[in-house]
Each structure stands twice: as structure tokens, then as C-alpha cells.
């Protein structure tokens, strides 16, 4: 039986050992599991099993036949925006890579989307945006990094949902896993660098006034930031 997991029901032990065990490559596409040794290998039943493999096909990461079997799907196959997905591949060997392709995307979205924030924007939305800024200066020394990740995942959030556009909406789930990644793999500095933290307030301000060109600018130095951080932490 598994040690990994005690203290979690069956279903989340399982997932949680299984599911980093795929995207870590333990399992090259193609491999084929079967659901008698599998429940055998967790001491759990083979409904769980089923419950488990179910949610993995969601994900994309597993193909179910008959006569066949469960077979890992080849990686380009995998839904890569499943946050769950991205923390399993942050967890694993393939961290820095994985980092890399993320901020590349946030530095190709976040920056249009923060444009359109700031023509788009609601007041409510201006006024979290100004929160989370406040609240990210506040925490932004004497190593509160979990703190300080709550603001910065709220702040990120609220620009992708200000935007407008449903698309960007959806990737917010996307950017938090990957700021949440960043903070718990220790892919930071002990403290945010302080010019991040003022260009967030500058953008949040920017938002506000309704400058579309300066939001998206400030955004671009917010990103382009982060994979300079990446090029110290994660090489």
C-alpha cells in the first residue's frame, strides 16, 4: 500500500500519486495500466480506480478502451491548461521548462488583457484592483510570500476578468496555479522584487484612469520581469 497521501480519502490519494506519476514521465505515453493492478498497488477498490481513471480522461492524460485497457495519452494530447495538470508538472523533474512555457504564455496575454481592463473595467473592479496593488506592498517584505501570493493571484485575476474577453477570463485559473507554483517550488526571491510590486500599483492606477496603452506597457515590464527572474531561479 502507498504511504503518499494518509490522511486523504482513497480517490484523492490515488489521483494525487497517480496523476504526478503520469505527467513526470514514470509512465510514457503509451503505456497501458490496468485497473486490477493498480487497485492491488493502492489497497483500493476497483470503483476507485474507475472514479480515479475517469477523472485522469478529463485531463486528457489517459484513454480508456475495452480489450485494451487505460493507456497514457502522448503529451500533446494532455489538457495543459488543467490546473491541476500544471501543479502536477510544476511538482515534477520538468519544472523549469514548464515555468518557462507558462510565463511565455502570461507575457503573450496578460499585457492585451490589461489594455482592455482599462477600457472595460467596472469601479468595483478598479477598486480590487487598487486593493490587491495595497496589499501586495504590504506584504512585500519580511518574507511573507503566501501572503503576498493572495493579493498577486487576485490582482492577476481581476485584470483577465476586467478584460472583457471570456477567453482571457478563463486562463486566470491558468496564471494562479502558475504564481502558486512559483511561491511553493521557491522559484522567488525571499522577498518580491520591489520594482514588481510598484508596477503593479502603477497598473492598477493606469486601469483606473482608463490608459489602455501605459496598463498594457506596465504589464509588459511585469512580465518580462518574471522571465528574468526565471533566467536566476530556474535556468
Given at each position: 500500500?502507498?504511504?503518499?497521501?494518509?490522511?486523504?480519502?482513497?480517490?484523492?490519494?490515488?489521483?494525487?500519486?497517480?496523476?504526478?506519476?503520469?505527467?513526470?514521465?514514470?509512465?510514457?505515453?503509451?503505456?497501458?495500466?490496468?485497473?486490477?493492478?493498480?487497485?492491488?498497488?493502492f489497497?483500493?477498490?476497483?470503483?476507485?480506480?474507475?472514479?480515479?481513471?475517469?477523472?485522469?480522461?478529463?485531463?486528457?492524460?489517459?484513454?480508456?478502451?475495452?480489450?485494451?485497457?487505460v493507456?497514457?495519452?502522448?503529451?500533446?494530447e494532455?489538457?495543459?491548461?488543467?490546473?491541476?495538470?500544471?501543479?502536477?508538472?510544476?511538482?515534477?523533474r520538468?519544472?523549469?521548462?514548464?515555468?518557462?512555457?507558462?510565463?511565455?504564455?502570461?507575457?503573450?496575454?496578460?499585457?492585451?488583457?490589461?489594455?482592455?481592463?482599462?477600457?472595460?473595467?467596472?469601479?468595483?473592479?478598479?477598486?480590487?484592483?487598487?486593493?490587491?496593488?495595497m496589499?501586495?506592498?504590504?506584504?512585500?517584505r519580511?518574507?511573507?510570500?503566501?501572503a503576498?501570493?493572495?493579493?498577486?493571484?487576485?490582482?492577476?485575476?481581476v485584470?483577465?476578468?476586467?478584460?472583457?474577453?471570456e477567453?482571457?477570463?478563463?486562463?486566470?485559473?491558468?496564471?494562479?496555479?502558475?504564481?502558486?507554483g512559483?511561491?511553493?517550488?521557491?522559484?522567488?526571491?525571499?522577498?518580491?522584487?520591489?520594482?514588481?510590486?510598484?508596477?503593479?500599483?502603477?497598473?492598477?492606477?493606469?486601469?483606473?484612469?482608463?490608459?489602455?496603452?501605459?496598463?498594457?506597457?506596465?504589464?509588459r515590464?511585469?512580465?518580462?520581469?518574471?522571465?528574468?527572474?526565471?533566467?536566476?531561479?530556474?535556468?
Amino acid at each position: 500500500m502507498e504511504n503518499e497521501g494518509q490522511g486523504k480519502g482513497p480517490h484523492a490519494r490515488v489521483l494525487e500519486t497517480l496523476g504526478p506519476e503520469i505527467t513526470a514521465g514514470d509512465f510514457p505515453p503509451g503505456t497501458v495500466l490496468r485497473t486490477d493492478e493498480l487497485a492491488e498497488r493502492f489497497d483500493v477498490s476497483r470503483t476507485v480506480i474507475r472514479e480515479v481513471i475517469r477523472v485522469l480522461e478529463s485531463m486528457q492524460l489517459v484513454v480508456s478502451r475495452r480489450r485494451v485497457g487505460v493507456t497514457v495519452r502522448p503529451t500533446e494530447e494532455w489538457n495543459v491548461y488543467d490546473p491541476r495538470v500544471i501543479g502536477w508538472r510544476l511538482a515534477g523533474r520538468d519544472r523549469p521548462r514548464q515555468l518557462r512555457s507558462l510565463t511565455v504564455l502570461r507575457s503573450a496575454v496578460e499585457p492585451v488583457a490589461a489594455g482592455l481592463a482599462a477600457a472595460h473595467a467596472t469601479p468595483d473592479q478598479c477598486a480590487e484592483l487598487t486593493e490587491h496593488a495595497m496589499g501586495m506592498v504590504a506584504t512585500s517584505r519580511g518574507q511573507q510570500l503566501d501572503a503576498y501570493l493572495v493579493h498577486d493571484m487576485a490582482f492577476h485575476r481581476v485584470i483577465l476578468t476586467a478584460s472583457g474577453n471570456e477567453m482571457f477570463a478563463r486562463l486566470a485559473d491558468v496564471v494562479a496555479a502558475v504564481l502558486t507554483g512559483r511561491t511553493h517550488h521557491h522559484v522567488m526571491f525571499t522577498d518580491p522584487d520591489p520594482a514588481a510590486v510598484t508596477l503593479h500599483v502603477q497598473v492598477a492606477e493606469a486601469v483606473r484612469v482608463g490608459d489602455a496603452a501605459r496598463a498594457e506597457a506596465l504589464t509588459r515590464e511585469i512580465t518580462s520581469g518574471a522571465m528574468a527572474e526565471l533566467d536566476v531561479l530556474a535556468p
